[in-house]
């Protein structure tokens, strides 16, 4: 019997110590391990390049309409997406079509932009360009805001239409009605040419 108690003895005692070195040996290294590999990529995180802080695409192309029956085509060469904005497309090579109630079709065209995949509002940066085969607007930058149901041209803005063409500042323009209202951001007289 008392064999038998050593034995159960030792194998309590080689118990004990395995817990004692698990415990204030092995998982405390273990933890500290662990928490370095937490850190190092904590770190590669923060100190990553812009590009691996969003999803990229190429050929991008977006369908959707607006004030219930005006449908819309968004395309693009190259777009990015950041995680801290997830709602904003920041696109290159940008191509608007948009599908008025009459049947015309406008294009819109520009060096890059964003597009908000809400509100379904466009920001167009560089060359921009808009026609609608009749009138074309040239300039560095126009919001087509879907919100507001407007489009806002600022920036040496150029439009050609048939009876005349104008250079302005910034300028509001209706595609549906053909009608605009232009400015000078100095309150400078506007250039107009009038063809007959």
């Keep these: 019997m008392k064999t038998k108690q ?41 100190n990553k390049p812009d590009d691996d802080h969003d999803t990229s695409f190429e050929d991008v192309q977006y369908e959707g309409s607006y004030d219930l029956n005006k449908n819309f085509s968004i395309k693009s060469d190259k777009a990015h997406i950041l995680n801290e904005e997830p709602d ?24 890059k932009g964003t597009y908000n995949k809400v509100t379904h509002d466009c920001y167009f ?45 910034k300028a509001d323009y209706d595609f549906e009605t053909k009608n605009f209202k232009v400015s000078m951001f100095d309150d400078k007289s506007v250039k107009i040419k009038v063809f007959k």
């Design 88 to 111: 904003i497309v920041y696109m290159t090579g940008m191509h608007v079509i948009l599908y008025l109630d009459n049947g015309r079709i406008v294009n819109i065209t520009s060096k």
């Design 125 to 169: 940066e560089e060359n921009v360009s808009a026609t609608d085969e009749e009138t074309k607007i040239f300039s560095d930058n126009m919001d087509l805001l879907a919100t507001e149901n407007s489009i806002k041209v600022y920036n040496n803005v150029i439009i050609n239409y048939p009876t005349g063409s104008l250079y302005a500042d």
């Design 6 to 46: 050593k034995r159960a003895q030792i194998v309590l005692i080689s118990i004990g110590f395995l817990l004692i070195i698990l415990t204030y040996f092995y998982y405390p290294y273990s933890k500290k391990i662990k928490t370095a590999d937490q850190q190092t990529s904590q770190n590669y995180l923060m």
